[in-house]
C-alpha cells in the first residue's frame, strides 16, 4: 500500500481545514492546493465530485531530506488527498512515505520517512476524532 486514509463526515470545505489544522499541530504547511474537479471541469468538459490534492510540507524534514539526497524533491510534498466519496462521506487520504521513499535505499531516509508517517498518522487520527 502506498497510502492510508479514513472517512469522515462532513462537508468538504470543513473537512479540508481540519485537515489543514492537524497538519499544521504536527508542524506541517500547505504549499500546494490542487482543485481536481474544477480543473478536470475547466480543461476537459469533464465531472468530477469535489477532491483536493493538499501539497503538504514540513520544513525541517524537508531539509533533512534534501541532504541526504538531492533528488528526493521528485517524491515531495507530501501529498494529502481530500474527496466526496459516492457515499456523501469525505475520505481523507495520506501518502505513505514509508512506502514511497523505499525508493531511496538510505538509512537516514528511512529513519526520516518513519518520523513523517507517524505524523501523518496523528494528523490522520485528529482528522477522524475531530467532530
Known sequence: MYHFSTQVNGDIETVEQRVTEALKAEGFGVL???DVQKTMKEKLGESYRPYRILG???P??????????????LLLPCNVVVRETEEGSVEVGFM???AVLTLVNRPEVKE???EVRARLLRVRDAVASAR
Open 56 to 58: 503538504a510540507c514540513n
Open 60 to 73: 525541517p524534514f524537508a531539509n533533512r531530506a534534501l541532504r541526504a539526497e538531492p533528488e528526493i524533491g
Open 32 to 34: 500546494t492546493h490542487i
Open 96 to 98: 505513505d512515505p514509508e
Open 112 to 114: 526520516l520517512a518513519a
